[in-house]
Each structure stands twice: as structure tokens, then as C-alpha cells.
């Protein structure tokens, strides 16, 4: 984990070293950046849509958006409990996302929803792999705030990949 993803660390009285908070400040971060890039990479797809199948996509990708969104709260909130700073500006997202580009010139239903499943699939992966980062430092709580909210991207990857299956 990179350093400068921890922010300006704050005096606490949590038990967990200050080595082990700041891993866990960084990655908390981490993922803050991913979890609103993929919200807006979702909304982007939500709001242009095209073809057949535009209404069921358009419903599912803002469901799966509303939901992804509040999980950005938690995450940063987590962070700052740690002793850490959140690093939740739409700048600091943009500098910090694991997620590549959305594509601005895909419109069609079924290639938007192709880039949406990756999108997903790759929040997923890393998300499980924030819980394993996570109980590497004996971190409970973060490991299972990242599976509460795995459990979630997860599910809604189900519904966006069975429209392709």
C-alpha cells in the first residue's frame, strides 16, 4: 500500500498499531476510489444506454449504482475511525481507481453491459482481496465491512452477467 494513500493520520486510542492502521487507512482508501469510480462508471452506463434492451439495463444499472453508492460512506468512515483521512474527493477517486477508463464511445446495450460486468468483476476481485489484506493484520472490522460489501457486488455482478449468460 502506498503511504500517500493514508492522508494525514490523527491521534486515537485504538489498539491496532500505527503500522497496521495506516496499511488499513490505505486500503481502505483504495477501495473508497474504487467503490465511486465503479458508481460512476455505472451511472455513466445507466444514463446512455441505447438499443432493445435499454429500459431493463437502464432499471438494473441504476439499481446496481443506488446501491454501490453508500458503501463509499462506510468505507470512508472506516478510515477515519482508524485514525486516517478519507480520500474521497472525485480528483483523489480519479487519481487512485484500479479501473480503467469507461469507453465514451460504447452505447449498445449488450457491449455497455460487457464493460459493467468487468467493471464489477474487477471491484470484486479486489474487494476479496482487501479481505485477506485485512485479517493479514488481524483487522476484523475492515475485513468484515470488505465482506458485507463483497457480498453485495457480488450479487448484483450475478445480475448483470446472467443478461450476457
Keep these: 500500500m502506498l503511504k500517500t494513500m493514508t492522508g494525514k493520520m490523527h491521534a486515537t486510542s485504538h489498539d491496532m498499531s500505527q503500522e497496521s492502521r495506516e496499511a488499513m487507512v ?13 458508481y460512476a462508471q455505472t451511472k455513466q452506463a445507466h444514463w446512455n444506454v441505447k438499443g432493445m434492451y435499454f429500459e431493463a439495463l437502464h432499471v438494473l444499472f441504476d439499481k446496481m449504482a ?5 458503501f463509499g460512506d462506510e468505507i470512508a468512515e472506516r478510515a477515519t475511525a482508524l485514525g486516517g483521512t478519507a480520500l474521497g474527493t472525485v480528483q483523489m477517486a480519479a487519481n487512485a481507481t484500479e479501473l480503467p477508463d469507461f469507453p465514451a464511445d460504447i452505447f449498445d446495450g449488450e457491449t455497455m453491459l460487457k464493460v459493467v460486468v468487468e467493471r464489477w468483476a474487477q471491484v470484486a476481485a479486489s474487494m ?3 479481505i485477506s489484506q485485512a ?3 488481524n483487522d476484523m ?3 468484515d465491512m470488505f465482506t458485507a460489501i463483497s457480498r453485495e457486488v457480488d450479487k448484483l455482478l450475478w445480475f448483470a452477467e446472467s443478461h450476457l449468460q
Design 26 to 38: 490505505a486500503l481502505c482508501n483504495q477501495q473508497l476510489a474504487n467503490i465511486f469510480d465503479l
Design 128 to 130: 476479496r482481496a482487501a
Design 66 to 70: 443506488d446501491t454501490v453508492f453508500p
Design 141 to 143: 472490522g475492515t475485513a
Design 135 to 137: 485479517e493479514d493484520v
